[in-house]
């Protein structure tokens, strides 16, 4: 007989491409947080892409990662994503984004 098992917890993460001369990382990191909790952050050396996005979005272009340090259920991904695009409609000017943000979830098995 096959037995199911509840799928393990992950990390979820956010992706933030953002131009930093209209915005603190901060901004990020507080909202980030004030809904997943402690957290850590990483600031990539390699940003790829950043000449697609300056096309929309302008120059000079950073990203940050932002982890949570508590686990959550597989679920919370869907929501999370829905959340992105609320905050880049929140931080766009003239109906252009002027941050990227992309969600994501880490668990043992698989990076989304």
Do not use: H
């Not at 000079?60 to 679920?75: K, M, N």
């Not at 695009?85 to 943000?101: F, P």
């Amino acid at each position: 007989m096959l037995d199911l098992q509840t799928p393990t917890f992950g990390l979820l993460f956010g992706s933030f491409l953002y131009r930093r001369d209209l915005f603190d990382p901060l901004t990020f990191r507080s909202k980030f947080k004030a809904l997943y909790g402690p957290s850590f952050q990483l600031v990539p050396s390699f940003n790829p892409l950043p000449d697609y996005y300056a096309k929309e979005m302008g120059k000079p272009l950073e990203r940050i990662f932002i982890a949570s340090c508590t686990p959550y259920p597989r679920d919370y991904l869907v929501s999370s994503k829905l959340l992105a695009l609320t905050w880049e409609r929140e931080w766009s000017v003239d109906q252009k984004r002027m941050v990227n943000v992309d969600m994501g979830f880490l668990t043992q098995e698989n990076f989304i």
